[in-house]
């Protein structure tokens, strides 16, 4: 009865040797008098009214770790590493309590190979710059040896301006490749520096059949 009893302000119940008590009631009624009954109610309210706390952090820590997973994603798209890597270790602390199973531990693992795929596709040298045109030569040279790895066989850079490290990255990639038989640098201001890593990725490749290298900085070294 007392559950319907929606406008209920105060509730006096003391002495009635009541040894439990639902906590639904004791978060919608402001005033409870429970004194003077059953020393099992004072040993049940405090392991329930725990528990509820206990699952309220819970259900707080799942919801700030979905935000840091959100934000997580926003810096990997901006390509900062180190931003999205942090807001990934603080996912993981605060996921940490839950079940091994619960879906947020994939989304976590996601995010995290993510970050080093696109780590592995920037290369070492990579510095991040505050422009969106950094941004897209990113994700060019994140496609491109995605590309390569897939075993695509037509892979084109065309005017994407990665410059060495960019082409470095795509040298790695092409490593024992034999799948690749056409590959278009064409357009990528890279030195000397990038076309030696090349060469050296290139050295005894039997798949490739048209390279072009056309308007870079290559030079005669």
Do not use: C, Y
């Amino acid at each position: 009865v007392i559950h319907h009893m929606t406008s209920l302000r105060t509730l006096a119940l003391r002495g009635n040797r009541l040894e439990r008590f639902p906590l639904e009631l004791l978060n919608s009624i402001p005033q409870i008098d429970l004194e003077e009954n059953d020393p099992a109610l004072e040993t049940f309210l405090a392991s329930s009214l725990h528990m509820e706390e206990v699952l309220a952090l819970k259900r707080t820590n799942r919801r700030l770790g979905l935000v840091a997973l959100q934000k997580g994603w926003e810096f990997w798209k901006d390509l900062d590493m180190p931003k999205a890597q942090a807001a990934v270790d603080s996912a993981k602390g605060l996921f940490g309590a839950m079940d091994p199973e619960e879906e947020v531990h994939l989304q976590v693992a996601e995010l995290e190979q993510a970050i080093e795929n696109r780590r592995h596709a920037l290369g070492p040298s990579f510095v991040r710059i505050e422009d969106p045109v950094q941004v897209m030569i990113g994700e060019s040279i994140e496609l491109a040896v995605h590309k390569i790895q897939s075993g695509h066989a037509h892979i084109s850079l065309f005017g994407q301006r990665v410059g060495d490290a960019g082409i470095i990255s795509v040298a790695k990639a092409l490593l024992n490749n034999a799948a690749v038989t056409w590959l278009d640098l064409e357009g990528n201001a890279f030195t000397a520096t990038g076309a030696r890593e090349l060469a050296t990725a290139l050295d005894g490749n039997t798949s490739l059949q048209t390279l072009v290298l056309s308007r870079n900085q290559i030079g005669d070294q």
